[in-house]
């Protein structure tokens, strides 16, 4: 069992092939964004939580891409931000650190969508 986040946005963009094109690479940048801003904030003992974060790719404009941490203990750990996470590996570490990431930026994650689809 893992912790997946998915960010929706409403961006009224013109639809058709090509933008619907710059969309997906649009969403698939900005999931590489969100997954190192979240590795950034995962708690660490050997890594491999940080690990087995990883972007499940959007194949098309309705779908979205995905950011995904998948270990036995991600969701018991990204759900309870009460934990005293060490910050000896980590001085970021915390609960919550994908669904915070995702909160925290989701300024900066349309902006990534929106130039990728207005630049091409």
Known sequence: MGVTAKVSLTINFPTGPELDQRIVAGENLAAEFL?????????????????????????????????????????????????NFSTDSNPKAQGKWLENAAMENKAVIGQIIAKKVADG
């Open 35 to 83: 997954l190192a801003e979240a590795v950034d904030r995962s708690p660490r003992d050997e890594g491999t939580l940080a690990g087995s974060g990883a972007v499940e790719l959007a194949q098309d404009a309705e779908e979205g891409a995905a950011v995904t941490f998948d270990t036995p203990y991600a969701v018991r750990l990204h759900e309870h931000p009460e934990y």
